[in-house]
């Protein structure tokens, strides 16, 4: 596994977990540590939709 597929699948855990915390508690925990749609919380939620799309391709590789 390549170094960019690994830093994907973290940021996809990361982006899992955060959503399950929506889902069951209504916490958001990208936004309670960066800030309500903060720059930095923007870029957090934007490299996790690319990691996601990133792990598309992964479901196809050998």
């Given at each position: 596994m390549k170094i960019i597929d690994k830093i994907a699948l973290v940021l996809i855990i990361i982006g899992a977990i955060n959503w399950g915390l929506i889902g069951f508690f209504k916490?958001?925990?990208?936004?309670?540590?960066?800030?309500q749609m903060s720059v930095i919380s923007r870029i957090v939620y934007a490299l996790v939709g690319i990691s996601g799309l990133w792990g598309i391709k992964l479901l196809f590789e050998d």
């Open positions: 916490f958001d925990l990208v936004a309670a540590i960066f800030g």
